[in-house]
């Protein structure tokens, strides 16, 4: 049984996953919600590896994080959705950063997004807000509603394709079809989901430097329905939990990783600052019918930082990937973190 497995049954018991499994289901496409019915076994180390005991910490992050790219006829929509909850020393903090991207009409911020207070001290429930609640879990699928921005985002089981756990965190990533519900629109696509649980660590209420250097994280779809995820960093805080190089390409519910992906930045152009920002790259992988390659261009660049040295930004990227059998256009999220 998986991780998820386990807090499905162990959760449901608890009664933290409220999610009701026929209503979700209707919502999911049929031919899409089927890919999610079995989930890559996972190691027997991995299963039995020991995981951080939360309650021994005094400081403490955990984040769930949403990257739904789907498309009607209207045009495609990328939205990221994350919801961070930390802990330090009797002090709780809560924040939702939520941000949509309509194709035509560029970025919208939501109602909502922003710090809270979080008063219920949730850290493994994804506590709800005013402007947006949470319902269910990786095993069962979410329902996430926000009445203020007039939207439901609709997500079936997770499938698990990364998986890291040892006493210095937790790091998991997977992907389910989606269905997002924006005012009268109706919108399918895929949603890939990670989760970090890390203690010893808050950037909600500390400030840390070389936590993050040089990474680029790109949460794509394809059109042909597969996810794809990777990232690249040099060296810092997080790169022995997450990875310097690491991601997955899954097709019909089955993913391969990506642990030697090869993340190259063919041009850059310059920030406001001492530093300059991605706008094209080339990734590379060995797969089983031999080298694989995936070609990004950002498009449209939203800057949420700028620290004169470095920065933090999302952008909406576009480009081809070749599977070593068919090339498919592909289009989503990059995260960069400079």
């Known amino acids: 049984m998986t991780r998820w497995g386990r807090a499905r049954l162990i959760c449901g018991l608890a009664g933290v996953f409220l999610w009701p499994i026929p209503s979700i289901a209707q919502e999911v496409p049929s031919e899409e919600a089927a890919q999610t019915e079995s989930a890559p076994a996972t190691s027997e180390e991995a299963e039995t590896a020991a995981e951080p005991d939360i309650e021994a910490h005094d400081v403490i992050y955990v984040s769930d994080r949403f990257f739904f790219v789907g498309?009607?006829?209207?045009?495609?929509?990328?939205?990221?959705?994350?919801?961070?909850?930390?802990?330090?020393?009797?002090v709780w903090q809560g924040e939702h950063a939520v941000v949509i991207?309509?194709?035509?009409?560029?970025?919208?911020?939501?109602?909502?997004?922003?710090?809270?207070?979080?008063?219920?001290?949730?850290?493994?429930?994804?506590?709800?807000?005013?402007?947006?609640?949470?319902?269910?879990?990786?095993?069962?699928?979410?329902?996430i509603t926000s009445t203020p921005n007039a939207m439901t985002l609709r997500i079936g089981p997770i499938v698990e394709h990364l998986s890291q756990t040892q006493t210095s965190g937790i790091h998991r990533m997977g992907s389910a079809a989606?269905?997002?519900?924006?005012?009268?629109?109706v919108i399918e696509g895929r949603v890939i989901y990670e989760h970090r649980l890390i203690p010893e660590y808050n950037p909600l209420n500390r400030v840390y430097v070389g936590t993050w250097k040089d990474f680029q994280g790109f949460f794509i779809r394809t059109e042909n329905g597969a996810d794809f995820y990777v990232h690249s960093q040099e060296a810092g805080r997080l790169s022995p939990l997450l990875?310097?190089?690491?991601g997955f390409h899954a097709t019909n519910?089955?993913?391969?990783?990506?642990?030697?992906a090869k993340v190259k930045v063919l041009s850059r152009e310059l920030a406001l600052g001492a530093f300059r920002w991605p706008t094209r790259?080339?990734?590379?992988?060995?797969?089983?019918?031999?080298?694989?390659m995936a070609e990004l261009t950002l498009i449209d660049q939203h800057v949420m930082s700028n620290w004169v040295v470095g920065g933090a930004a999302i952008a909406i990227v576009e480009g081809k990937l070749n599977?070593?059998?068919?090339?498919?256009?592909?289009?989503?999220?990059?995260?960069?973190?400079?």
């Open 243 to 246: 990875g310097e190089q690491n």
């Open 323 to 338: 599977d070593g059998r068919h090339t498919h256009t592909i289009y989503g999220l990059a995260e960069l973190l400079m």
């Open 281 to 292: 790259w080339r990734i590379e992988w060995q797969g089983v019918n031999g080298v694989r």
């Open 71 to 90: 498309q009607d006829e209207r045009g495609r929509v990328v939205l990221s959705l994350q919801s961070g909850r930390g802990r330090d020393g009797n």
């Open 178 to 185: 989606a269905v997002l519900g924006w005012g009268a629109r």
């Open 253 to 260: 519910g089955k993913g391969e990783q990506l642990q030697d």
């Open 101 to 143: 991207h309509e194709e035509g009409r560029g970025w919208i911020e939501l109602k909502g997004s922003g710090s809270f207070k979080n008063k219920q001290k949730d850290l493994l429930k994804i506590p709800s807000t005013e402007a947006f609640e949470f319902q269910g879990g990786p095993a069962f699928g979410f329902i």
